[in-house]
């Protein structure tokens, strides 16, 4: 059994908690209407969860926050706030209350979150071990950056990673918004369990819902059997949300109540289905622009927003450029089988001096083009000032590179996977002569996706135009 502390100057709140808390679940409740008296009361109990009003005569919610954090760090804050107030409530958020919730509430959501909170002290104490290991790293392995506002941002993931709270990542495109999200699952308690990136770009609208909530067999043509959603697929991990900007105004319904409530319909089901979900959103548009234009909800924008972790561009941090390029060039010396030892004095100039409007993923690509191209042991402007199609990454290159089998096998495997997609891409591309809407249909992708991969691997259709088709 749990314990409970409702916090509030009125009585009929408390009264209503009460209700809501004896009707419904086990867990022990204590309530208290004079915020004088918490002090007292964390000296004889100790709680699992403590439920408080933001704003009340005495200590506001804050202070109540506060004060137990420092008594008793494992006790999950809840706030409890009007709609007026939220950016209150969201401060509170930041300084480490497990969530908040607007009144009026709805008795299903406030128990979510209770739920929630208890889940997640859970899921902290089965993970000792595990965090034990992981405070005692202090830096993340694959993030590469020594300059303060990279510093910064680490600090930033350890921090946000311990908490279950929802984050927003912002920044332009290449500044590693998935490589962070992914850092954060795998920095918290939920980094056993799995997980689950869903572009909200690249999903046709009319498959969306189905994709992210499931289907029972039979609720449209085609629905041949039962199948499970992306939701599902990430219940007690994390669901990462990319490119949300794009998703459609109905499914924008649909989310809002999965990450108030937790609960959603699987497709063609009348029954509520629930999920414990830690939700991390990216985007690199400016959401607040598309909030004043009405194409996205502010409420989700609000529920989203809750930790903004704003990644910067490269531009902002030339500095990292070196430690960055040596980074990627051991990268590709080891998937290459190459051994190049540094870069030209001229081509880090260079590199330092020019813009990368695609940033760290457009740096990686010139690097791996440089590797590729180079045959001394220094990579020259000129490796990597080579077009695009010098991009030759054959599979059947694989079998001679031993390193690919003796690296780990998610990275070996991630890095044949962009082998393949450039391959497989340029020569689509070749073939259609830098027609993307032909190249799409030939290949059977979606032409957004198609040129999301385009993107990913730096080829510029362009660069195929003056090829003559196979
Ligand atoms: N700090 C970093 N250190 C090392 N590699 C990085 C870093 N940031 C990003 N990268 C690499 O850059 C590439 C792009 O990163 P990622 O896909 O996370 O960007 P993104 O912000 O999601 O881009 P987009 O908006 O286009 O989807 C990846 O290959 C990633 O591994
Ligand atoms: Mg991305």
């Given at each position: 059994?749990s ?8 009585h009929?709140?408390l ?7 004896s ?5 022990e409740l204590?309530?208290?209407?004079d ?16 439920l ?9 919610g804050?202070?109540v ?5 420092q008594?008793?760090p494992?006790t ?7 709609y ?10 930041r ?8 009144k ?5 959501r406030?128990?979510?979150v209770?739920?929630q909170?208890l889940?997640?002290q859970?899921?902290?104490?089965e993970?000792i071990?595990l965090?034990?290991?992981l ?14 506002i ?13 908490t279950?709270?929802t984050?927003?990542i912002t920044g332009?495109s290449?500044?590693?918004?998935e490589l962070?999200a ?13 997980f689950?990136p869903i572009d909200c ?6 498959i969306?819902?189905?994709e992210?909530?499931?289907?029972v067999k039979g ?7 039962n199948?499970?959603?992306?939701v ?10 990319d490119?949300?900007a794009?998703?459609?105004?109905a499914?924008?319904v649909?989310?809002?109540?999965l990450?108030?409530e937790?609960?959603y319909k ?7 289905s629930?999920?414990?979900i830690?939700f991390?959103a990216?985007t690199?548009r400016n959401l607040p622009?598309k909030i004043?234009?009405?194409e996205f909800r502010e409420d989700l924008?609000y529920?989203?927003n809750?930790?903004?972790i704003?990644?910067p561009?490269?531009?902002?941090r030339?500095?990292d450029i070196?430690?960055l390029?040596a980074?990627f060039?051991d990268?590709y010396?080891r998937l ?9 004095e001229?081509l880090m100039?260079?590199?330092?001096a ?7 993923r ?7 083009r440089?590797?590729?191209m180079?045959s001394?042991?220094f990579?020259e ?6 077009g695009?199609?010098?991009l030759?990454a ?14 780990p096998?998610?990275?070996a495997?991630d890095?044949?996977?962009?082998r ?5 891409i340029?020569r689509v591309?070749?073939r259609?002569?830098?027609n ?7 290949s059977?992708l979606?032409r957004?996706?198609?040129h999301?991969l385009?993107r990913?691997?730096r080829?510029?259709?362009?660069t195929f135009k003056?090829?003559?088709?196979d």
């Amino acid at each position: 059994m749990s314990s409970i502390l409702a916090l509030d100057d009125e009585h009929d709140m408390l009264a209503l908690l009460s209700r809501i808390i004896s009707e419904k679940s086990s867990h022990e409740l204590t309530t208290l209407a004079d915020s004088h008296q918490l002090s007292q009361l964390l000296e004889q109990k100790r709680f699992d969860v403590v439920l408080t009003d933001l704003k009340m005569p005495g200590k506001s919610g804050l202070d109540v926050l506060e004060e137990i954090k420092q008594k008793s760090p494992r006790t999950a804050v809840i706030i409890m706030t009007a709609y007026g107030t939220i950016e209150s409530a969201l401060q509170a958020t930041r300084k480490g209350a497990f969530d908040y919730i607007t009144k009026p509430f709805r008795k299903e959501r406030i128990l979510h979150v209770i739920e929630q909170a208890l889940n997640w002290q859970q899921l902290q104490q089965e993970n000792i071990f595990l965090r034990q290991k992981l405070e005692e790293k202090t830096t993340l392995p694959e993030l590469v950056g020594s300059t303060p506002i990279m510093r910064a941002l680490f600090d930033q993931i350890h921090k946000v990673a311990a908490t279950s709270a929802t984050v927003l990542i912002t920044g332009q495109s290449g500044t590693g918004k998935e490589l962070v999200a992914r850092a954060l699952h795998s920095q918290s308690a939920r980094s056993a369990q799995r997980f689950i990136p869903i572009d909200c770009s690249t999903i046709p609208e009319s498959i969306i819902e189905s994709e992210l909530f499931g289907h029972v067999k039979g609720s449209f043509t085609g629905a041949i059997r039962n199948k499970k959603g992306m939701v599902e697929e990430a219940n007690h991990g994390t669901l990462f949300l990319d490119e949300i900007a794009d998703l459609n105004p109905a499914m924008q319904v649909k989310l809002l109540r999965l990450l108030q409530e937790g609960e959603y319909k699987v497709v063609g089901s009348n029954s509520i289905s629930k999920a414990d979900i830690r939700f991390i959103a990216a985007t690199n548009r400016n959401l607040p622009e598309k909030i004043r234009s009405g194409e996205f909800r502010e409420d989700l924008f609000y529920r989203l927003n809750v930790i903004n972790i704003r990644l910067p561009s490269l531009d902002e941090r030339k500095e990292d450029i070196p430690l960055l390029v040596a980074h990627f060039l051991d990268k590709y010396n080891r998937l290459y089988c190459k051994n190049i030892k540094r870069v030209s004095e001229d081509l880090m100039r260079n590199m330092v001096a020019r813009a990368w409007p695609g940033n760290i993923r457009e740096l990686e690509h010139a690097v791996e083009r440089g590797v590729i191209m180079a045959s001394g042991e220094f990579l020259e402007l000129s490796d990597i000032s080579a077009g695009a199609m010098s991009l030759k990454a054959s599979p059947q290159e694989i079998g001679e590179c031993s390193e690919l089998f003796s690296m780990p096998f998610k990275e070996a495997k991630d890095a044949l996977i962009e082998r393949f997609h450039s391959e497989y891409i340029s020569r689509v591309l070749s073939r259609n002569a830098g027609n993307v809407s032909k190249a799409a249909r030939e290949s059977g992708l979606k032409r957004q996706y198609l040129h999301r991969l385009m993107r990913e691997t730096r080829l510029d259709s362009k660069t195929f135009k003056k090829n003559q088709p196979d």
